[in-house]
Structures are given as structure tokens and as C-alpha cells.
């Protein structure tokens, strides 16, 4: 199995005090990896490496083979990598398609002359760009909802909304972060099911995400890998992280062992 996305020996540091410390991890085609860990982990630190909004101080990021290490985040998209943030970030006052047609922009190409005059070649590009918005909202189940104002959206919908502008760009490697924070039950199983659908649909796709949800992590996780103060603590499959004894101290407890474990039973 190929890998999507590899992670060697990363570190970066904050006016001397060291954020994330030597953390290296391979995101394979075709799967889920988790990153789990308390607050103050390192894990949207990690996130914003890969990304490009920081610069790491040392190791390299490969996507896909090339290393991309520090290359900004619009350069990243354009090789197909795409993310979402933790705290909903939309357009309240656009609709639910024209939020989901600014991913789009990796693949759009024109000029102020072609939109101004409206050359064939600019018309042809809207036409993709809302064919493939559509799709993408098809893809987490709110394509009924592309005229609606997204402000008028539940928080489970513009979680998902989120998803599918991230998906829009037609990424390989999808970073979502905490993408079911602050869900329910079904809406968190929601967002289960269009995770799945986007790795099945594509053999070269990998989904890396951040969550603090146990269950739905050891249901949905291929790899899980557990960060502590900036560090790997444990990296394997859920039933290897599940009984790590130093991941149950450092994070999981008890309680929440029990309840990881009913999960992936």
C-alpha cells in the first residue's frame, strides 16, 4: 500500500519552548489516521505544519512522495491537500453552494479581461466549478440545501459543509480537524459515514483527522497515533493503542478505555 502522506522527525518551537518534538508518522492511500492525544499535544501544531501556515523547525513532509516541507499552503492545495480548521469558519450570508465553490479555486484559471468579457472559456469553468460543488455537497448529504443561506444551516450541517468545501478541491490527503466536535450521536455517525465514502471512492485518498471522540476514532481509524507534550507516545492500529497501558495513563482512563474498546468491538 502506498503511502500519502509521511511525516519524519518533526519539530517546531514557540520562543524557545518546544511545541512538537521529533513526531514522525505515514498516512497510507486508501486508509484513516487518527491523531489523538490531551490539549496541549501538539496535534493542531502537527496539523499546521503539514498544512503550511507554520514552518517547522526541523524534519520533512512528504506528500505523496515529494517533500513538501514549508511550502505554503496555497502551493499544498494545489498538490492535493486540503484541511478543514477546528472552529467553523463559513460565509454566513452566502449560500451553501457558494461556500462550497471556493475550494474550488485550485483548479479555476481566468483573467479580469475573460470575466469581465465573459469568454466561452470562463463560462465553461463556472459550469465545472458548480458541478463539482454540487457533487461534493451530494458527497456529505446536503445537496437538497445548496440554495439555503448557509447561516441557516444546524451545527451538524455546517460541520459537514465544512467537509465538503474541503473536498471541493478534489484532494488526496484530507485533513480534518476535529470534525465532529460539538456533534450528536447521529450527526457524528454522519460524518463517519462521508469519511469512509471519500477514502472508498479513490484509492490514492487518506484522510488524517484530528478528534477527541474515542469511539467514533477506534470505529473509523486504520492507525491512531497518540501525541503527549510534543511527542509520539504510541502509534498502531486501535486495538494496539487501545491497550497501551502508557496511553491509558497519559490519556485515554479508564472510563474512556472501556468505552474505546465497546466501540471497536
Not at 199 to 212: G, N, Y
Amino acid at each position: 500500500m502506498n503511502t500519502a502522506l509521511e511525516v519524519r522527525d518533526l519539530s517546531v518551537s514557540f520562543g524557545g519552548v518546544a511545541a512538537v518534538q521529533g513526531v514522525s508518522f505515514c498516512a497510507r492511500s486508501g486508509e484513516v489516521l487518527s491523531i489523538i492525544g490531551p490539549n496541549g499535544a501538539g496535534k493542531t501544531t502537527v496539523f499546521n505544519m503539514i498544512s503550511g501556515i507554520y514552518r517547522p523547525d526541523a524534519g520533512r513532509i512528504n506528500l505523496h512522495g515529494a517533500d513538501v516541507s514549508g511550502v505554503p499552503a496555497f502551493r499544498l492545495a494545489r498538490s492535493g491537500l486540503s484541511r478543514t480548521f477546528q472552529n467553523i469558519q463559513i460565509l454566513a450570508d452566502q449560500t451553501v453552494l457558494d461556500n462550497v465553490s471556493i475550494g474550488r479555486c485550485r483548479w479555476e484559471h481566468t483573467s479580469l479581461l475573460a470575466d469581465l468579457f465573459r469568454f466561452p472559456s470562463v463560462v465553461a469553468q463556472n459550469e465545472e466549478t458548480r458541478r463539482k460543488s454540487l457533487m461534493a455537497l451530494d458527497a456529505v448529504g446536503l445537496a437538497q440545501q445548496a440554495d439555503v443561506l448557509a447561516a441557516n444551516l444546524p451545527y451538524g450541517d455546517l460541520k459537514r459543509l465544512e467537509i465538503a468545501r474541503a473536498m471541493a478541491s478534489e484532494p488526496t490527503v484530507l485533513l480534518l480537524d476535529e470534525p465532529a466536535a460539538g456533534c450528536n450521536a447521529v450527526e457524528t455517525d454522519a460524518i463517519n459515514d462521508v469519511i469512509r465514502k471519500f477514502v472508498a471512492a479513490d484509492a490514492r485518498r487518506a484522510v488524517v483527522l484530528i478528534e477527541h471522540d474515542m469511539k467514533m476514532v477506534m470505529a473509523i481509524s486504520n492507525q491512531i497515533v497518540v501525541l503527549n507534550q510534543g511527542q509520539v507516545l504510541a502509534c498502531g492500529s486501535p486495538a494496539e493503542v487501545r491497550g497501551d497501558e502508557r496511553v491509558v495513563e497519559a490519556y485515554l482512563g479508564v472510563q474512556s478505555a472501556e468505552d474505546a474498546a465497546h466501540a471497536a468491538d
